[in-house]
């Protein structure tokens, strides 16, 4: 079969699909790859990388297009790719059902397999896939970075002969993946670190890496059976707003996770709650791109609201391109075994496959 993948638009996406160490498994699997030129140049991958291992290059993307059975991206490629792509098709990747409902609706249309891997159910055998665990872990890591190199603090406490420096406060809300790789990740720089989330189950979790976990008074555990945090109710929501009203009086840096799949990103931080937050403190919402944990968020932009630092990129990623590809191409190539039939060298699009059957376009 022919497998290809083409370049994304690097001034929303540096990561790729398929790296050289991956691109020899899809060729030992049976696949003839396609790529662009100078397809990973810009992380370090040479275009003679690729050329060595069996691999491909075209100068001309519309030709590996229209050549391919199976197409891997990271996000939807542009309106003009799109109608190249013909009927029985496949194109597999990150591709956001949230914001691209429409483009994707055509594509059914069109008889393309679509399948989205934000969608892979959380079960077992799906773990080697999941690319929302392994992007969200390093998304967790960077924000905190991110937000402490705007913070004008210091992190950990320092004791000087002049006096002593306290500990900076973290807020992590959310204690997703994402959530807890910001809670290993600003312990380990020094701070004091608080979460919360609408699933009970995060307490231990939380708890296990050093922080702590805010209670919301009789609060009920908002889990779907996929693992997924799901809608609160008002009175959850009236609950879980005063407590995090009076925690913000003593917060610094407050790290936004929060997010329900396929829908709006819950307002969390609400507009009169930074009358509590400290001046000089900083918010980095990871929610940004699906509308933002905050009232205030703006997509790629610093905003500042009464002396606090509103932070929220639109691919937070694009800051750790190489080690996010070298996760992403083995997921997809992960996806792709389970979904390849090696004996008869075609792929098994079987519904009764709960991976499948989830991640499918429909």
């Not at 993948?5 to 050289?20: C, G, L, M």
């Not at 392994?134 to 406490?157: C, D, H």
């Not at 312990?187 to 919360?196: D, P, W």
């Not at 009232?295 to 009464?306: G, L, P």
Request: aromatic fraction near 6%; hydrophobic fraction near 40%.
């Amino acid at each position: 079969m022919n497998l290809a993948s083409i370049s994304e638009n690097h001034d929303i996406e540096k990561r790729i699909a398929v790296t050289p160490e991956i691109a020899k498994k899809y060729i030992n699997l049976g696949f003839n790859l396609s790529l662009p030129y100078n397809y990973g140049v810009h992380l370090g991958f040479s275009d003679e990388d690729y050329k060595n291992l069996g691999v491909n290059l075209f100068k001309n993307e519309e030709e590996i297009i229209t050549n391919s059975e199976i197409v891997i991206q990271l996000g939807l490629p542009d309106e003009e790719k799109l109608s190249l792509f013909r009927e029985n098709q496949t194109l597999i990747g990150s591709l956001n059902t949230f914001l691209n409902k429409h483009q994707l609706d055509v594509l059914k249309s069109k008889k393309i397999n679509c399948f989205s891997l934000e969608l892979l159910p959380r079960i077992t055998r799906a773990q080697s896939m999941d690319i929302l665990s392994s992007q969200a872990n390093l998304a967790g890591y960077k924000a905190v970075v991110e937000a402490f190199k705007v913070y004008e603090r210091a992190i950990p406490m320092m004791m000087t002969a002049a006096g002593t420096i306290p500990a900076a406060k973290v807020l992590v809300v959310g204690a997703g993946v994402a959530g807890l790789q910001a809670i290993a990740t600003a312990k380990r720089m020094g701070a004091v670190v608080f979460a919360t989330d609408v699933r009970m189950a995060s307490k231990e979790q939380v708890e296990s890496l050093g922080g702590k976990f805010l209670t919301v008074e009789g609060s009920e555990n908002l889990e779907t059976e996929g693992g997924y945090a799901k809608e609160a109710s008002d009175e959850f929501k009236k609950k879980q707003e005063d407590l995090l009203t009076e925690t913000l009086k003593k917060i610094d840096i407050i790290i936004c996770t929060a997010l329900i799949p396929g829908r709006e990103a819950p307002k969390i931080i609400k507009e009169k709650m930074f009358e509590n937050l400290q001046q000089g403190s900083v918010i980095y919402d990871l929610a940004a791109i699906q509308g933002g944990n905050t009232v205030f968020t703006e997509v790629d932009k610093i905003v500042k609201k009464n002396g606090v630092k509103i932070l929220g990129e639109a691919n937070i990623l694009n800051k750790l391109p190489i080690s996010a590809t070298n996760l992403y191409s083995k997921n997809v190539f992960n996806f792709i075994s389970n979904l390849y039939d090696k004996d008869n060298k075609k792929l098994n699009i079987n519904l009764e496959d709960e991976i499948i059957e989830k991640t499918l376009i429909k």
